[in-house]
C-alpha cells in the first residue's frame, strides 16, 4: 500500500508518500520560522495562512519525487487533530478534496499516534512499548498496547517540556524556536552553576510540571546584575536549566517503567518522540536510564522527531491494514486524547 499524508497542525508544512514497506518515496517540508520569529512563537492565524498558501504545491512537489501519480495511491491522509484548529482544517480539507476527486479513502490521523507509531516506521519494533512523548504542546508517558490501544499513565499537570525551552529562549533573548536555542547554548557549559529545582522528582505517580522551573529560570535571569546577560550566564542558565528538566524526565519516566514491567513482563522498549525527544542531552539520560532498568531504547532519526508528514503517511497506513478509515465528514479537532478514558487534563491534547 502507498498512502499520501498531510500535516498541518502548527508551524510546518509537510507532505509525505509512504509506503507498507517502510520506505518514503517522497517527502517535502517548509518552515515557518521565519514568519514566526518577530513574534517570539506560533501565531496561529499566520500558521493557517501560511499551509494555505503552500500546501498544494508541496503536495505537488511530493508527488513529483515520488515519481508516482494519485492513481497510483491506496490513500490520503491528514492530521485531524490535535493542533492549532486553523491549520489542522487546512490540511484535513485539502486531505478530503484529493480522496473525493481522486476516489480514495480517506484516513484522519490523530498527530500525536503519529509520533507514537514513528518508531514502528523507523525501527520495525512490535507492540508493546512504552512512549515518552515530549514536544512544544505535549508531554505524555503512554503504554502503547497496539495499534489505537493507549494507556495514559503520566501528563504534564500544567506546561509541556518544549514550551519551557522556548520560554526560557525567550527570557533570554535566544530567539524562536527556543529548543535548538538553548541546546546550543547550554553545549559543554557549567549546569550545577544555578541551582534550578527539579519539578517533581521523588513524587509519587509520573505526572509532569515545568511552570515553577520557568519561573525559578526568570528569577534567576533577575537576581543578575542588571544590564545586559554576558554570554557566560546565559550560556549556564541554559546549561542549568537543561540538566534540571532532563532531571525531571528521568525520575518521571524510571517510574513509569515500573508500572509497565508490572503490566507487562519481559523484554521492554522505551520510545522517545516529539520534537524535544531531538535534544542530545535528553537522548543521552535516556539512554543511561534505559540501559540501567533494562529497556530497549528506540529514538526515530531527528528530522522524524519534530513534525513530519512521514509519520501521518504511517499511521495511516497502519490503519488502512486493519481496513480503517474515515467518512469525508470526520470534524477536525483541536484536542484529541489518544486515551479517551485517562482522568481529563487540561494540557496534552486532552480535553479538560
Given amino acids: 500500500m502507498i498512502v499520501l499524508g498531510i500535516e498541518t497542525s502548527c508551524d510546518e508544512t509537510a507532505a509525505a508518500i509512504v509506503d507498507s514497506d517502510r520506505c518514503v518515496l517522497g517527502e517535502r517540508l517548509r518552515s515557518q520560522a521565519d514568519q514566526h520569529r518577530p513574534f517570539g512563537g506560533v501565531v496561529p492565524e499566520v500558521a493557517a495562512r501560511a499551509h494555505l498558501q503552500v500546501l498544494d504545491g508541496l503536495i505537488a512537489e511530493t508527488i513529483g519525487d515520488s515519481g508516482l501519480t494519485f492513481a497510483d495511491l491506496d490513500g490520503v491522509a491528514a492530521t485531524a487533530g490535535p493542533g492549532l484548529i486553523g491549520g489542522v482544517i487546512v490540511g484535513v480539507m485539502t486531505a478530503k478534496a484529493l480522496a473525493a476527486v481522486h476516489d480514495k479513502p480517506f484516513i484522519a490521523v490523530n498527530h500525536l499516534e503519529g509520533h507514537a507509531l514513528t518508531a514502528r516506521l523507523t525501527d520495525g519494533i512490535d507492540f508493546p512499548y512504552l512512549l515518552l512523548l515530549v514536544s512544544g504542546g505535549h508531554c505524555q508517558l503512554l503504554i502503547v498496547e497496539d495499534l489505537g490501544r493507549y494507556r495514559r499513565i503520566g501528563t504534564t499537570i500544567d506546561d509541556a517540556l518544549g514550551e519551557a525551552f522556548d520560554k526560557t529562549a525567550k ?107 531531538a535534544n542530545i542531552d535528553l537522548r543521552g539520560r535516556l539512554a543511561e536510564l534505559a540501559a540501567d532498568e533494562g529497556f530497549r531504547l528506540v529514538a526515530p532519526p531527528q528530522r522524524l522527531c519534530t513534525d513530519n508528514a512521514a509519520m501521518i503517511a504511517w499511521a495511516a497506513l497502519e490503519r488502512l491494514d486493519r481496513g480503517w478509515s474515515d467518512d469525508l465528514d470526520f470534524a477536525p479537532r483541536p484536542r484529541w486524547p489518544l486515551d479517551p478514558d485517562a482522568p481529563p487534563a487540561a494540557f496534552a491534547g486532552v480535553k479538560a
Avoid: N, W
Fill in 171 to 277: 527570557m533570554l533573548g535566544l530567539g524562536y524556536p527556543g529548543g535548538p536555542a538553548v541546546a546550543r547554548a547550554a553545549a559543554a557549559d557549567d549546569a550545577a552553576r544555578f541551582a534550578l529545582p527539579r519539578p517533581m522528582v521523588g513524587r509519587p505517580g509520573c505526572d509532569f510540571s515545568f511552570s515553577g522551573l520557568k519561573t525559578a529560570v526568570r528569577q534567576t535571569i533577575e537576581a543578575l546584575p542588571p544590564g545586559p546577560l554576558a554570554e557566560r550566564d546565559m550560556a549556564d542558565i541554559c546549561a542549568s536549566f537543561q540538566a534540571a528538566a532532563g532531571a525531571s524526565v528521568v525520575d518521571r519516566t524510571r517510574r513509569a517503567m515500573a508500572i509497565y514491567r508490572f503490566r507487562h513482563p519481559g523484554p521492554a522498549t522505551l520510545v522517545i518522540a516529539g520534537g524535544v525527544a
